[in-house]
């Protein structure tokens, strides 16, 4: 298992879950790959769930889709934003895998009639799988999910515990996220909960190399002495992960805290000098921008924002670009109806309409998009925001009145959307029914896209094949398709073989377009998606001509 070319750093959590981690692994991924450093990244996962597909966003956030279509959490999406490296199904797993694996292997005689234990299989898995990950790099940064004391956390401990003596010290750095939290009464911070975060990871046999510290106000000299003195560490690396309202100013913050440089001296990675000018000007443009345009979000997941996270950010990163603030404006779709549809909708400059499953707010998405396309707002639909907009104008344009979706009323006898059953993907033809298993079974990954030229998409991406991430189940039912561009829907976006609709548009719009694919989970800070791009400048558009008329 050795491998002494790579060297090894597990980021864990203390105290409370959602402190960042995976924002945090990733800032630090971004500063020491400005350095030259070759890296990748892994997180893992302690939930018995084999990934997070038939997790309900309110329960986990997004799941985030990588282009070999695995079905991932949602920390993956910022590791790849943040170092534009393209991550496979091997840098996410969980314990359902492991012990899947573990347990196939014992049925198939694997183990030559031992009895099989966490301690070693469980954790030989795991070291396997890490090991694999590291192969040909100079680093990889692991982060556990969870927080230390969790009981379905302890094997992924215990195998990192003994990686430290797999391939040596020098090669191994163990990091702790945890929460200093600001007492206001008082006016305090508090280190306490630290202490404990850290004397429970020792109890497990890690003492933390580096301690970063979340917290509201910057962390004293005497605050980290303190921490230093009571955690075992060095003061220099007690590290503030001060709270931040744009989260990409958390690699230049690390970098004031001279975390990289202390990763770098502590692991004796050999690296170059720092240069992060672009991530400054970025970062400038998102917190001094020249003007705001307003965008109708209409989900159907609202309470929960982590469930479009990659929408969210895809939105700073063209905000970013154009140096405009774009303000997302939160409509629940179940709130929208025939009589409130314009006095919700009237003063966007733009409207989205974002992916989801089942039929709870369809409707109301269905309300809100014909809005957009008769009052000339410029729109953008995603997965299921696409097929309502194809849903809506075959009913109002096409006049096909029982126009709907196979799934939302299986027995409709105009299904404009339904179930596609055989695909072909990485050159193996895929198969399901009404009666296939939801885990892993929808159309995932990416896929080819031809586009037509002299379209609103080929104007957004200015090439004529492309390739997106898909995750759904449903499809445009090409039975119908003559009949609709008839009345006017423009196919844009289609596979090489025609069988699947990818991109659809109206005419006489300023900017209607609606795609099967998710754009979000491409879109980059320094390289913001073209279509969503594209789609917020049509906005500010529409909003910079509406002033001047005004």
């Known amino acids: 298992m050795k491998n002494s070319k790579t060297k090894f750093m597990f980021v864990m959590g203390g105290v409370v879950s959602s402190l960042g981690k995976g924002i945090a692994s990733a800032s630090t991924a971004y500063l020491l790959q400005s350095r030259g450093i070759n890296l990748t990244m892994l997180k893992i996962d302690p939930y018995i769930n084999v990934d997070p597909g038939t997790m309900n966003p309110y329960q986990h956030g997004e799941v985030y889709v990588l282009d070999d279509g695995a079905e991932t959490d949602l920390d993956l999406g910022h590791y790849e934003r943040y170092t534009n490296l393209t991550l496979t199904q091997k840098n996410n797993f969980t314990s359902g895998q492991i012990y899947q694996t573990v347990i196939m292997k014992e049925r198939r005689g694997d183990y030559l009639g031992k009895t099989v234990q966490v301690v070693p299989h469980i954790t030989d898995e795991i070291k396997r799988r890490i090991f694999d990950v590291a192969e040909g790099k100079d680093l990889i940064i692991v982060e556990i999910g969870g927080t230390i004391g969790d009981i379905e956390g302890q094997p992924f401990i ?52 580096i301690i970063l510290c979340r917290a509201e106000k910057p962390l004293t000299n005497e605050m980290k002495g303190k921490i230093s003195l009571f955690c075992n560490v060095e003061k220099e690396a007690v ?132 809005y957009a396309r008769e009052s000339k707002v410029p729109f953008l639909g995603i997965c299921l925001g696409m097929q309502g907009a194809v849903i809506e104008f075959a009913r109002d344009v096409a006049r096909l009145n029982n126009a709907d979706s196979e799934e939302f009323h299986p027995e409709a006898s105009c299904k404009i959307i339904h179930l596609a059953k055989k695909w072909i993907k990485d050159e193996k033809i895929i198969e399901r029914d009404e009666k296939s298993e939801k885990g892993g079974t929808m159309r995932l990954g990416a896929y080819p896209c031809q586009i037509k030229k002299g379209t609103k998409a080929y104007q957004a991406y200015n090439k004529e094949l492309i390739y997106e991430r898909h995750r759904h189940r449903y499809e445009f039912n090409n039975d119908y398709r003559k009949v609709l561009e008839e009345k006017g829907l423009i196919i844009s976006g289609e596979s090489p073989d025609g069988e699947f609709v990818e991109i659809a548009e109206i005419k006489n719009h300023p900017f209607f377009v609606g795609t099967q694919f998710h754009p979000e989970f491409k879109s980059r800070p320094l390289s913001p998606h073209p279509l969503i791009l594209e789609f917020v400048k049509n906005a500010y558009e529409k909003r910079r001509t509406k002033e001047k008329h005004s």
Not at 158 to 178: P, S
Not at 189 to 194: A, F, G, I, Q
Not at 256 to 269: A, D, P
């Open 158 to 209: 215990e195998a990192i515990r003994q990686m430290r003596f797999d391939v040596g010290r020098e090669n191994t750095l163990y990091v702790i996220l945890t929460l200093i939290p600001y007492i206001r009464v008082s006016g305090e911070l508090k280190t306490k909960p630290t202490q404990h975060s850290v004397k429970e990871l020792q109890s497990l046999g890690i003492q933390p190399d």
């Open 239 to 370: 590290i503030t992960a001060i709270d931040v309202k744009n989260v990409y100013e958390i690699p230049l913050k690390f970098h004031q805290e001279e975390l990289e440089s202390l990763v770098i001296k502590k692991l004796n990675l050999k690296c170059n000098s720092l240069s992060i000018n672009e991530w400054e000007k970025m970062v400038y443009r998102i917190k001094h921008p020249k003007d705001t345009v307003n965008i109708a979000f209409v989900g159907k997941y609202t309470k929960l924002k982590e469930s479009y996270k990659s929408l969210i950010e895809a939105f700073v990163h063209a905000g970013a670009k154009l140096n405009v603030h774009v303000n997302l404006n939160w409509v629940d779709a179940e709130q929208i109806d025939s009589s409130s549809t314009k006095n919700i909708l009237s003063n966007m400059d733009g409207m989205l309409v974002p992916g989801g499953f089942g039929e709870r707010g369809i409707e109301g998405k269905i309300k809100a998009i014909k």
